[in-house]
Each structure stands twice: as C-alpha cells, then as structure tokens.
C-alpha cells in the first residue's frame, strides 16, 4: 500500500488540460489534409491513391466536379504524395467535428486543358453552413443534469481502432471524467451514443435497439470515418455505411482513428461547450484570392 | 526440403498431381481431387506438422474448380507447406477433417457459409460466419456481387442449444458489451455462479473485408489490412505487404525490414502494457490500470513522432515503410523506452505487491496444454498454455533473424500466467527494439516502385502481439488483387476461451475475457 501512494504522489498529476491548453502534437503527426483548390494542377493522381474514395472525381461536359469529403478521410497522407504542385498538404487540424454532415464536404469545379489537368478552377465551395441541432438538445441536457453526461459507447461494425482512443479518454491523461463525462454500462443510463461504424447487417438490430432503449433527451455521436460514412467499408452486402443510416445523428468526428483530443473536441461541441470547428481551418486562406484571380482568367471579369 | 517432398511424393503417389516452387519460402502442393484427409493426417501425426489455416478461393471461371488450401507449419522448417484441393464445380463437397483435428471446425464451417461447399462428415456443421437469419447467399463466390442488397432478415439469428436442469439458467450477454469493447454475444449456462457451458455468437462485425480486398488496387489494398483489427494495424499491414512483396519478388531494404521490426514491437508493447493494467482493473485493482494507461500514452505519443499516427497507421508500405526518420526519431525511441522500462518495472511491482491481485489470477480461466494444441491455440494465450509458437523465431521475417530474444512459455494457463507472457514479452520487446536501433542500417526505406506480376499466390505471416497473423494473397492483372484470404490469431483462440471459462464463476468471465483479448473484428473481418 505504501508503495502504491508513494508511486501516485511521485508521479503527481499527469492530466493534459485540453482543449484549454493545445495538445502537445509530434511535429510527424498527421491530420486533415488542406487543399489549395485554386493552385491544384490535377486532382486525378490523389483520386487515385486515396484508398476510401474521399476524393472523388468527376468529368463531364468538359468541367471537372472534385469532392473532397472528410467523413471518409482516414489521414493517410497520401493525396499529399500523389499532388506533386503542393496543392495538398498534411496539416496538423484535428477539430474537425461538425454538427452537419455537409459541413466535411469541400468541393471544387475546374475547366479542363486536353490532358485532362486543370485548366482553371470556376468555383469552390466548403459546404453549407447551417445551425447547429445539436444545440437544442445539448441545452435541454444541459437543463436537466447541469455539467453531467453520461455516455454509452456502441461499437457497430468498427474495427476496434476507434474504440482504443474512445478507451483513452478514460485514463489519467485525458480523463473525461474531469468533464463530468462518463461511460455507462447500460442505454438505459445514458445521454449520449457513442457510435463507431460501419454499421454492419448484423449490428442493425442491437443499435436500433440501444437507441430505443436510451432516454431521450439524446445525443448520437457518431465517430471515425467508417462512423460517418462507411469509411474504407463504404456500402455492401453487410455493411450499411455510415450510422446515420440507422438513426439520427447529431456530431460527426472524423479521423481513422480520432485521437482523444479529436473525441473531446466532438463531445463538447454536441454538448455546446466548444464554439464550431473554423470552417477557414480546412481551407488555405489564400484561396479566395486565387479563385477571383481565375475566375478572372477566365471570364476577363 | 526436396528431400521432404520426395517422400511425399513416394508415399502418395496417387494424390500429388504436381510441385509449384514459383515462389520463395513456400511449397504448393497440387492434389488431385478434393480429398486431403490422408496427406493431412500423415504430416499431422507422424510429421509433427502443425494446420495453420485452412481456406476456399472461387476458380470456376477459368478452371472449373474451387480450390481449398491447407496451410501447414513443420517444426524446424520455415517453408510454408500448402496442400492445394481441387472441388468441381459439379459437385461441391470435400471430407472435412474437423472430428479429427477440431482446430479446423470454424474455418471448414466458414468455407460451407462463404463459398457453399460442404465439409463432408463435419460433427457441426450449422453456420458460423453468417447468422443463421442470412438468406441462403455465399459472399465470396466470384459471382455474388459486393454490392448486393439483401432482403431484411428475419427469424433467429441463431438457435442457442437449451441447458436444463434444477437451478440451470442461460445468461445472455451482447452483442453491446457494459464495457467500450467490440460485439459478440455469449450466453453463458450457469447453475448458481460456476459456469456449466458457455456458447459463442460472433461475426456481428462482419464487414465484407475479404471481398472488398478482391479486385482492389494492391496500393489502395494495404489500408484495408490496417483496417482488419484495428489495434494491430501495423502488423496486419505489415502480413499483406510481406505476402505481396513474396509474390512479386521485391527485396525490402534493410533499413524498412529494422524500422517495421521496431515498429511491430511498439505495437506489441502498448497493447501489452494495456492488457496488463486492464486485467488488474477487472479483478479491481484500478490503480494499476492508471498507471498502465499513462505509461501507454507515452508509447502512443512516440508511435506518432515515428509514424505520424499514433496507432502506426499510413506507415507500411509495398516495399518497405512510407517514411524515413531522422536522427531525432530514432533518438526518441530510446529516451521513450528508457522511461517507459522504468515506469512499467514500477507497474509489475505494484502489481505483485497485491495479494489479492494474485488470488484473483492464479488458477482462474484455466486452458489445459492438451486442449489448447488440440484446438490451435496460438499467441500469448498458446505460450501460456504450453504451445511453443513464435512466427519471428520459426517463420523470420523483417530483422528478427539478426536480433537476439526469448519466447517465453508457460505450463500453468491460467490468467496469471497469460499476464506472465506479456510481462516477459514487454521486456523482451524493449532489448529487441534497442539492438534493432543499435544495428539500424543506413539505405532506403522502400523498394523503387515494382509492378506486381499477375496470377502469384504467397503467404505473409507476422506474429503480431495477439500471435499469429497469416495472410494469403492471390495477384491479378493491372496491379490488383484476386483474393485476399485473412487469418487472425483470434480465430483459433475463440473456441478456446469456452473451454477456459468452464466451471469458473460467472464473475470471473471479464477478467478471462480480458486475459484472452481477442479479436472481434479480426475473427468476423
């Protein structure tokens, strides 16, 4: 017994105070991927390589239509690699959690040269932004049990991966419970669904059922890109995507997996205690300055 | 080894059809009909062999056939041995060998559920992959389309076998577990709290991972073996590279094969030291896991100075490994492990100064030495069971061959020795890592870029920290894949954790649980 206090009281507090403090990220660390739209020469070679289809390609009438969508990103970096004008770079953004699904989608439209590169970008978008509905609930939570939430974590079809950082939240240096945040045991005691995916044929059942079993009001959180979309999964035979196929969600955190710190990030803003991920954050800023140069281009206006 | 084969050939004759060594460190053996039963058992009992794996691949387009393969391990010998079936396609049955060697029950069932064939004389032959409320489909028949939409399922997903008897009653529990841990479900048959029989009901996460490999583009491929288990990515990632690099005959530099050794090790070590604190925390003894929870998160930060993810993802690569480090990284390695050595010795000392810890362990989830190579049992749960397995000391791939380490193995099989092995293996870990980055030769990390010939079939095989991982791959044309067959450990170790749990109290089954660790989404892919 002594020699458990004197090791507790050696090693003192080892709790990081995120998100008051910034986490302390290796220099190496791999987050969302930011694309200058406008200084992108050719989006086919990181279409190419991105194993989950988050960039998506597609020609018609001369225009390319690219969606770069981070509900299906898994970080791998290797748009990055494929892109050889630097238009794509890893970044280390990893608040990236949205209330609105569309809010992870960028797109982009180019004209074409006769090789198929680009030519000249003619629009881009980030996404509509909308209001949150997570806010609603989250103050009816916030009125009924003041800071406290409990959680029920369900894992629908992930591959375990996401469920080692969601295990992370729990230890001393992330320790949610410093939140008032905790994990239950049962539906029936939660507020919130933690939700991994992708939702298989086989877990349809058990998490529509653990949704009806859970008190409203909730909150569904779904996590990971397979939670968001599928991910590397997508749609098949046993798989149904994302877990807003099976029931209302209210955050999305993207990441394969989300780090702690990305998970703590998405719980807050479902709870509202945390202002929305800077939409800028995905983008680089000079964009909008590169895009009314080339629409400049373009249409001589 | 030619020497083996000709033996084989004398004594049978009849059956081996042909010998193809196309490909390095692997035999395949080309049978004449569908029926193995005697190569098996000869190389089984009188040649101390051992079954690793045993799987379908769809060929009627083309040869009119189905092929099962039959992996086999041969004690001193790293070269694969594959005995290759042929099944026509005119009639769909191969004898099972489940009753003699029930450590194939699972997987001869799984070929019945995804290809239709049917394993002739298996003592159990309901499904096991697909629930018994799955139409009357088989996924991984070339044409049965990955995209199909089935029906809504009904009926029972599966029919439990009812136990009677005075005070006897069934607990069932899942497939959403109290804890933030994968879906299954286990109906446990108690009479008051020892456990009589315990039933499993996994593949709840069966996610299609096996078709989706099919017809994928290999560079695209090697993210979804990262994404079979998720805490073994890098070894799952690594398996499918080393079987692909087999395939193709590219040489991985030596530089990549020390920088995925090191690798495979830090992956080995977090889970470890995890494993280590959760099993304190089943039995209550919370601190611990507290401690090993921080000591894990120095581990995870250094995964991500050496990979940029802190769960080794994006980091192996056909070839070799995607990034090089810097002098800075490597030197990160042993400052890391330098405080991470000191404060895992001051975890183990916490943990055996416990009494009551130890009461909790000892004896508790038994699994027998003769049950558990009876059902293949591999990877810590095995070695602490008696089965002296380690695919780095007798299948070396990456640097193991020129690093020294011991594979510790014990007799008892209860929980506290499955704790022992990963203790061991944890300090274990630790010298393998620091000779590897003491011998960390200068060069490239990834072979030049190389088309990957079509038609090859190759093994690759990384004992990751649950054990055993077995990949096999068939190529295709244009750089993509024709058949990806996954083994995880947790396959074999499934049927196991049945009998370990027997006659135990029902609130024990957490901890063994927990000494086990398994795989679910590894097991249902």
Known sequence: MFKILQKSLSVGSATAD?????PRLAEQFRGCPQFDFAAWSDARPAADACPTGAIAVRDRDGLRQVTVDYGRCIFCGECEQASADGAV???????????????????????????????????????????????????AIHNLLGRSLAIRQVDAGSCNGCEQEIVALNNPVHDIERFGIHFVASPRHADMLLVTGPVTRNMELALHKTWAATPDPKLVVAVGACGISGGIFGTNYASLGGVDAVIPVDVYIPGCPPRPEALLH???????????????????????????????????? | ???????????????????????????????????????ARHLLTERQARLVSVFAEDRVHGEGVFYIYYVFDRPGDPTWLILKAPVPAENLTFPSLAAEFPAVNWQEREIQDWFGLEAAGHPNPRRVALHDNW?????????????????????ERHIYRPAHGEGVFHIPVGPVHAGIIEPGHFDFAVAGEPILYLQLRMFYTHKATEKLFENLPIHRAVFLAESISGDSAFSHGAAFCQAIERAAGIEVPARAQFMRTILLELERIANHISDVGAIANDVGFVIANAHAGRVRELLLGLCETLTGSRVLRGMVAIGGVRRDWQQAQVEAILSTLEVVEREFRDLVAILQSSNSTRERLERTGILRPEKASMLGVVGVVGRASGVDLDLRRDHPYAAYRHLPFRVPVYQAGDVRHRLLVRIDEVGESMQLIRAAVAQLPDGPHRAPAHPIPPGRCAIGAVEGWRGEIVHWVRTGEGNRLERCKVKDPSLNNWPAIVEAVEGNIVADFPVINKSFNLSYSGTDR
């Open chain 2, 1 to 39: 080894m030619t020497t083996f084969m000709d033996e084989i050939r004398q004594r049978f004759p009849q059956q081996v059809r042909s010998v193809d060594e196309l490909v390095s460190g692997q035999f395949t053996v080309l049978l004449d009909g569908p029926d193995a039963t005697a190569i």
């Open chain 1, 18 to 22: 995120y998100p008051r403090i910034a």
């Open chain 2, 135 to 155: 139409p009357d489909v088989h996924p991984l028949c070339k044409d049965f389309p990955l995209d199909t939409v089935l029906p809504p399922f009904e009926g």
């Open chain 1, 266 to 301: 998405g719980i807050l803003l479902a709870l509202g205690q945390v202002p929305r991920a800077n939409r800028q954050n995905l983008r680089i800023d000079i964009t909008d300055k590169l895009f009314s140069r080339a629409v400049h281009e373009v249409t001589g206006r």
């Open chain 1, 89 to 139: 770079r890893s970044t280390r953004h990893f608040e990236l959690a949205a209330a609105d699904r569309r809010d992870l989608v960028l797109t982009a439209e180019y004209m074409l040269h006769p090789d198929g590169s680009h030519a000249a970008l003619r629009s881009s978008n980030s996404g509509p932004s909308s209001e949150e509905p997570a806010k609603r609930i989250a103050e």
